[in-house]
């Protein structure tokens, strides 16, 4: 009988975590990009996937998978700029300012979610060793 394991299950809890709440901002985040702008239920789910982005940026911090300097890693400078624009995006939306709020917001979902987390599919990652198998 074959045994089935998930690596990510596997993985440290942080990983975990940090994987989970990743997934749940870039499906939320394409509702969003889906759904009308401008209306209450945007406003609530952009600030729940503002949070979201909050905790994938905090909880990278618990991550010292790669090490280069010390126990970060290049993907940590994301984490830093994420946390400086976040509030950013929030702020610009509050002043209407439609134009910096879409190119902050999407430059982090596209940046720190599609992009980012296209590094995570390569083979000798949790997430590429679940999708592809190794």
């Known amino acids: ?13 942080a990983i975990q975590i940090h ?15 889906a759904r009308v702008k401008g209306t209450r239920t ?13 905790f994938v ?3 990278s911090f618990f991550i010292h998978e790669l090490r280069q300097w010390g126990n970060f890693s290049p993907i940590h400078l994301l984490s830093v700029f994420t946390l400086a624009m976040l509030p950013l995006g929030v702020y610009f939306a509050r002043r ?13 979902f596209f940046g720190a979610l599609v992009i980012a987390g296209a590094f995570t ?7 590429g060793r679940m999708v592809f198998g190794g």
């Open 1 to 13: 009988m074959t045994h089935f394991t998930c690596p990510l299950l596997e993985a440290p809890l």
């Open 57 to 59: 940026a905090l909880s």
């Open 121 to 127: 599919l390569l083979p000798s990652r949790i997430l």
């Open 42 to 54: 945007h406003r609530a789910l952009g600030y729940t996937w503002v949070g979201l982005m909050l």
């Open 96 to 108: 209407h300012n439609v134009v910096g709020h879409r190119t902050i917001m999407l430059g982090l």
């Open 19 to 33: 994987a989970f709440a990743a997934l749940a901002a870039f499906f939320l985040g394409v509702a969003q990009l």
